[in-house]
T-cell receptor
């Protein structure tokens, strides 16, 4: 299957700082990427849908000013957690879809805010 | 609205026994249904898509529109099947969002 890569795999940041997570589709072009959040022992919660060249569509209850999403190219989407707080600590996962296949998921990014 | 229900949080079977992981959905249009598997400390892997009608690792799933179900089945469970299984629904097309059920943790005992 197609490969989706996230970077970094884990990150620790201080409260109040911002952190950027990258999601790349390595061998296919993805016009749409999705960002999820997964709490321990829970399912994936969709945060937003990222469309190349346009604004992301956020799910209800997700703060768009806090979770900035940029989808600058067909192979890269970024999620920036701004002014991070300890409650933002979580596992963030992206997925991308190639028409007719997938969606395929990245390995996830473990964010810890201290 | 899209909704996926996996009624069993935990499922435990013995090796060689049949296994069925239940999934029911709610969607007004024509959905695409998926099963994903997540082994310990690994990323989500696509197991099945209903439109491909494949059998992967001995698992099959049939979309029943009348019962709005997409149950995952395997006739003879193996220990290596122990994992989290997520049923997911997409509204169709290449850009529709994928919504997940809460997942079922399958444990296959020796």
């Amino acid at each position: 299957g197609a490969v989706v890569s996230q970077h970094p795999s884990w990150v620790i940041c201080k409260s109040g700082t911002s952190v950027k997570i990258e999601c790349r589709s390595l061998d296919f072009q993805a016009t749409t990427m999705f960002w999820y959040r997964q709490f321990p022992k829970q399912s994936l919660m969709l945060m937003a849908t990222s469309n190349e060249g346009s604004k992301a569509t956020y799910e209800q209850g997700v703060e768009k000013d806090k979770f900035l999403i940029n989808h600058a190219s067909l192979t890269l989407s970024t999620l920036t957690v701004t002014s991070a707080h300890p409650e933002d600590s979580s596992f963030y996962i992206c997925s991308a879809r190639d028409l007719g296949q997938g969606p395929f998921f990245g390995q996830g990014t473990r964010l810890t805010v201290v | 609205a899209q909704r996926v229900t996996q009624p069993e949080k935990l499922l435990s079977v013995f090796k060689g026994a049949p296994v069925e992981l239940k999934c029911n959905y709610s969607y007004s249009g024509s959905p695409e249904l998926f099963w994903y598997v997540q082994y310990s400390r690994q990323r989500l892997q696509l197991l099945l898509r209903h439109i491909s009608r494949e059998s992967i690792k001995g698992f099959t799933a049939d979309l029943n529109k009348g019962e709005t179900s997409f149950h995952l089945k395997k006739p003879f469970a193996q220990e290596e099947d122990s994992a989290m299984y997520y049923c997911a629904l997409s509204g169709g097309g290449g850009s529709e969002k994928l919504v997940f059920g809460k997942g079922t943790k399958l444990t296959v005992n020796p």
